[in-house]
């Protein structure tokens, strides 16, 4: 047994109970000599006003604020404070009744807790912040008004890839590891998402002194306790806002999407969907107005279908696929194709050519002037069978991979949450829907961008700033730069900093026989219309096919009307990239906005006659007919569900009244007589009602339809 | 003591289970404190396994098995597979390298399915064990300088593997350990250089660099001048005068600022300056000027210690009472359960409360203390400290971080703060205890 140092023994006993000794002389210091902490626990004492700090403003590219800030108040509540409370007058001021203040009051209780303010009523109208600013002192006992910053749009543009705002619900509020608290504003959607960590800042805490009638009479202990908010830091992006602001004109009243992007930088230009809406009508107390409205709405205006619809390219595709058969060496731009009106190499006939005879694709240049279906048709099938790789598998495989270079069917990877990938289907999908056996014939329409062949306007967008750059692209995206740019902030910029170089081993004459081709659509060929005075324009035109299913039937709808361009052709500063659903020919309805957008962009002004296109072209009505039919069939379907759930036929009543001759009235809507059998009966059907109910009561012989992700109208 | 008693009870030291029993009562009543909403039935809640008191209860239930399972165990058990515990914390350790997940901004924590372990935790366990049976062994002799490396080393792997894990609050824990070696024979020496360069560091953070400087130098010179005939007789003294100063300052202008910018995490340089009340200088080599100037020396750690400071002193004298604690009941204090759950004694039942609370502490640091003393064979004696050592070090961080001491380490209050894992570590290595306590009389090695 060792006794060796146990005099040690003492001392590290003396070493604890010095160590408690001083543990227990600041305890006593902070709890029974200093009494501010005690004031500060006391919510009558001392007062603790949360700020939210400013979100960051979005600056467009000449500086100009997009996105702005102003203030508005909550009427906040602390409900275990509430003292000899005129509830009457408190309602009236707030325009609701007794028993609405009373559910509202246990709703808070039970959410935050009787300690704690909560919102009574967040974002106050101006009339009702102006009545309850006079009247606060009568409720000055646990009421309180509480600034709050909220979005403005000083051009009312942005509202698809702005995104919105809104209160961050239980579940962020989990994930967010203690970051957000109830009450906080977070980025739903669009930029307001995706850098919602730059905007947001840091909220700041301020103890202020109460007197014994409950008003602030200054700082508690000078601010010792407070934090200072941080203001959320600003975004420059490369939006031109007058472009965007003519492109969401142009826009209005049809189904569709526009994308401007700078091919040097890869700097999103404007970027709109149709139908677009003035994006202040998401802000503050408009919001749960607008929001439930646009829930309903068939024609979905909070869809951003620049990133999230999927269409048939068409014949915008072309250009893409002399390109690929130009780089495998399998055409060269002398290479003609006799087309006479139909290509019937794989003897069905198909596809008919808009023109026939007359040498019109007699060589590369041509055939894309004049948008040739039976050369690309063919060029496509020359490439899927090429020799080189033996076999239509492998080689349809090597297309595909010039088609990912290109950037569809793939995530581009823009500065927006969700974005679709379009879809380039990959061999094993035409195994298995023909069962393994297929050849080039069988998907020859993939020549000209139909088929199974989807991709975004992004897409195709970038894609044109890929032949307008001669192989390389960056990333799209919208923000140039963050103020005070971090190492973090740089982290997520960096890979819009990239130069990606997929294909600049096509050579510089294999892509400036597609763009003399492309000048020649605008000069000579389907789009002369587009053509501006002293800008090359090089361009595509595109009129795809497109089906919808209704009861399980496919009804062909009128044409998507698509274009891309990008000009001026010696030295691209925009590429363009537009698609007005079911507005027939690519030359009538989207090349003149695409070409109105470039003359803006590149003119900075518009000429007296192309003013008079826009107007004319704004106040044109291209909303797809059979938006109306849905409409109904939503409509009426939900509030059949209403009917069946609450015994409630107050909402059904509307649409058994029109029974009596539903037939006539809803083939004058559409104006497709004979495809509209289906819809005889209201029967319930739709995607909306998948949103705004549960998803059982969506019966079970529609669930396809719910399923369909291609919102091609 | 009842040495009559047959079978579990037989030499069990009956002070220390009832202590056990008390705190982990009193950190159920805690967290009870915490979490209890108005309206939950108490008695259907606590054995619903849904709230947190009601799991802290049935972790316990656990605890006790095991505990219980330990004081049926043979003593020699403990000391013939210390070496290999502590190989398999080291293996488990390494382990968290290519399996851990990120949970919370850590990286030690393995998963299998819903179940959660941190080897980090564990591994004091096996330290504890591995350096007793290190300097129980005949053939060591502490006085010299190779067997002292050797169970430097056996502490301090643990360490170096946790702050490879980002964890340096659990590596801080094995520093600890250094109480024990002190006991053993470790020269006071090493320990006074230890605390001077930690208020070296601490005069870095506090002192601005070049006045800090001059003070050095300052103090160099008048040492030199008053013991200037020494110096005289022998040169070498000089040469050592100079040598320490050169060290002190290299420390403080290049040691100093290489630890806060490349070895530590941005968070924890932050939780270190904001103890004193400065901005981090080093943040603007990695880390974002943020709009504002001033405005971010308020972060979120600082956020914490505020909050937990107006806590604890608003309970006053005597406290609110036990669900009366306006503060912790309502979610001001971030981590309360866990980590803060200290504030919430002192909310609820006030300075008396807490220094109720510290004294059970103390109390069962002593009896530890006298267990040990009380052993026949080094190698308990050792163990009984070490316990005593990490319990020591995890009270004193965890509650001095809380009152503002400290900067914020992530440690829990042993037996109180709400979580399996550590409330089950310290279940073991108190029951280890109890149990070679109770064989005291036999020579263990």
């Known amino acids: 047994m060792s006794v060796f140092n146990q005099s040690r023994s003492y001392i590290i006993r003396i070493l604890f109970v010095v160590v408690f000794l001083l543990i227990i002389a600041q305890l006593f210091n902070l709890q029974v000599v200093s009494s501010k902490y005690q004031k500060l626990a006391q919510e009558n004492a001392v007062f603790r006003k949360v700020i939210y700090p400013p979100r960051g403003i979005v600056y467009d590219r000449k500086n100009r604020a997009i996105v702005n800030n102003t203030l508005m108040y909550d009427l906040m509540v602390t409900p275990s404070e509430v003292k000899g409370l005129d509830t009457a007058y408190l309602c009236q001021l707030l325009e609701i009744d007794t028993a609405e203040f009373k559910a509202r009051m246990l709703n808070l209780i039970f959410k935050n807790g009787r300690y704690r303010p909560s919102a009574l009523e967040p974002l106050l109208s101006n009339e009702k912040y102006a009545r309850l600013q006079e009247n606060m002192w009568r409720f000055n006992r646990g009421f309180f008004l509480q600034e709050r910053p909220v979005r403005t749009y000083p051009f009312n543009v942005g509202a698809h890839f702005m995104g919105y705002i809104g209160e961050a619900d239980p579940k962020i509020i989990a994930q967010s590891n203690g970051f957000y608290q109830p009450g906080d504003y977070v980025g739903r959607s669009g930029l307001e998402a995706y850098y919602e960590r730059i905007l947001m800042g840091q909220r700041g805490v301020q103890f202020l002194i109460k007197d014994n009638k409950n008003r602030l009479v200054g700082n508690y202990e000078n601010g010792e306790f407070d934090t200072a908010f941080v203001a959320g830091r600003g975004l420059r992006t490369y939006v031109d806002v007058e472009v965007q602001k003519l492109a969401e004109k142009l826009m209005t009243n049809k189904v569709g999407a526009v994308v401007a992007i700078e091919p040097k930088t890869g700097g999103i230009i404007a970027m709109t969907s149709g139908p677009n809406f003035d994006p202040s009508l998401l802000t503050g107390s408009n919001f749960k107005k607008t929001y439930g409205k646009f829930v309903l709405d068939v024609s979905r205006p909070l869809l951003n279908r620049a990133i999230k619809g999927q269409y048939p390219p068409g014949s915008t595709f072309k250009p893409l696929g002399g390109l690929v058969a130009l780089d495998e060496g399998l055409i060269t731009p002398s290479f003609g194709y006799p087309c006479g009106g139909r290509y019937y190499a794989c003897g069905i006939g198909k596809p008919a050519c808009t023109h026939s005879g007359g040498g019109h694709a007699a060589t590369l240049r041509l055939a894309i002037a004049n948008s040739c279906n039976s050369y690309f048709t063919h060029v496509y099938r020359m490439a899927a069978d090429n020799p080189k790789y033996g076999g239509v598998k492998k080689g349809y495989a090597k297309w595909r991979e010039y088609m990912n270079a290109f950037g569809l069917g793939t995530r581009i990877g823009i500065d927006l949450p969700s974005e679709d990938k379009g879809n380039i289907p990959d061999t094993s999908v035409y195994n298995k829907v023909y069962r393994n056996v297929w050849s080039s014939c069988t998907n020859l329409t993939l020549g000209i961008g139909q088929d199974m062949m989807t991709a975004t306007p992004l897409q195709l967008a970038n894609a044109m700033c890929i032949i307008a750059n001669k192989g390389y692209y960056y990333t799209p995206h919208f923000v140039k730069s963050v103020d005070n740019e971090s190492k973090e902030d740089t982290a997520i910029l960096s890979k819009f900093r990239v130069k990606h170089e997929p294909l600049t081993h096509i050579s510089d004459s294999a892509f400036n026989a597609v763009i003399w081709g492309m000048q020649d659509v605008v000069t000579a060929g389907t789009a002369r219309g587009a053509a501006i005075p002293g800008i090359n324009i090089c361009a595509k035109t595109g009129t795809a096919q497109n089906f919808r299913f209704i009861n399980g039937k496919k009804i062909e709808l009128n044409e998507n009307s698509m274009f ?26 989207a090349a003149p906005i695409a070409s109105l957008l470039v003359e803006k962009f590149l003119n900075d002004t518009l000429r007296p006659e192309s003013v008079k296109k826009a107007q004319a072209m704004a106040e044109k009505n291209l909303m797809p007919s059979i938006l109306a039919l849905e409409q109904h069939i939503a409509d009426s379907a939900r509030a059949y569900k209403w009917y069946e759930m609450y015994k409630d036929s107050s909402l059904i009543n509307k649409y058994l009244n029109r029974k009596s001759s539903p037939t006539e009235k809803k083939d004058s809507d559409t104006k497709q007589p004979d495809k509209t059998e289906p819809a005889k009966k209201p029967t319930p059907a739709p995607q909306r009602v998948a949103i705004t109910f549960r998803a059982e009561t969506v019966l079970p012989e529609e669930r396809y339809i719910v399923k369909r992700k291609t919102p091609v109208v | ?41 108490i008695v259907a809640s606590f054995f619903s396994f849904q709230t947190d008191y009601s799991k802290q209860f049935y972790f316990f239930i656990i605890a006790a098995f095991i505990g219980i399972f330990i004081l049926l165990t043979d003593s020699k058990f403990f000391t013939a597979t210390a070496n290999i515990w502590y190989a398999v914390g080291i293996f488990f350790m390494l382990l968290v390298f290519p399996f851990h997940s990120n949970v919370k901004g850590t990286e030690s924590i393995i998963r299998f399915g819903g179940f959660q372990f941190q080897p980090a935790e564990f591994c004091k366990v096996s330290v504890c064990l591995a350096l007793s049976k290190y300097l129980s062994r005949p053939d060591t002799d502490f006085t010299k300088g190779r ?44 320990l006074v250089i230890g605390f001077s360069m930690a208020v070296l560091v601490v005069a870095t953070i506090v002192v601005e660099p070049n006045t800090l400087a001059i003070i050095l130098t300052a103090i160099a010179g008048i040492y030199a001048y008053f013991n200037r005939r020494q110096i005289k007789r022998r040169k070498s003294s000089l040469v050592t005068i100079i040598f320490v100063w050169l060290l002190c300052v290299g420390v403080q202008r290049f040691a100093v600022p290489f630890i806060f910018t490349h070895v530590l995490q941005k968070h924890q340089v932050e939780r270190i300056f904001s103890l004193f009340g400065k901005d981090n200088p080093y943040a603007k080599g990695f880390m974002a000027v943020q709009e504002g100037g001033d405005a971010k020396k308020e972060g979120v750690n ?67 203390v006298t267990l040990a003393e009380r052993q026949r064979s080094v190698f308990s004696r050792c163990y009984a400290y070490g316990v005593a050592a990490v319990f020591f070090f995890h009270i004193t961080i965890n509650v001095a971080m809380t009152v503002g001491l400290a900067p914020v380490i992530g440690i829990p209050l042993p037996l109180v703060s709400y979580g399996g894992t550590a409330l089950l570590t310290f279940t073991i290595l108190l029951f280890i205890l109890i149990r070679l306590d109770a064989d005291r009389q036999m020579v263990l090695r």
């Open chain 1, 564 to 589: 891309v361009c990008f000009a001026p052709r010696e030295n691209p500063k925009i590429a363009v990239a537009v698609v007005v659903e079911n507005a027939g020919f690519g030359s009538t309805a």
């Open chain 2, 147 to 190: 067997s002292q490396l050797i169970a430097m080393a056996i502490a301090l792997t643990p360490a170096m593997l946790s702050i490879m894990q980002s964890e340096t609050g659990l590596a801080l824990v094995y520093f600890s350990f250094f109480l024990v070696m002190y006991r053993e024979g470790l020269s006071p020496t090493i």
């Open chain 2, 302 to 368: 600082d956020y914490n210690v505020k909050q937990s400071k107006i806590a604890i002193g608003s309970g006053g004298v005597v406290g609110k009472g036990l669900l009366n604690g306006t503060q912790t009941r309502y979610d001001f204090v971030p981590e309360q359960r866990t980590d803060f759950i200290f504030c919430t004694i002192g909310e609820g039942f006030g300075f008396v409360g807490t220094t109720l609370l510290l004294v059970i502490y103390l109390i069962l640091l002593f009896r530890i």
């Open chain 2, 1 to 41: 003591m009842n040495r009559n008693n047959v079978g579990l009870s037989k030499g069990i030291d009956v002070i220390m289970v009832w202590l056990y029993l008390l705190l982990v009562s009193i950190g159920i009543m805690a967290i009870f404190a915490v979490t209890y909403r108005e309206g939950d039935s």
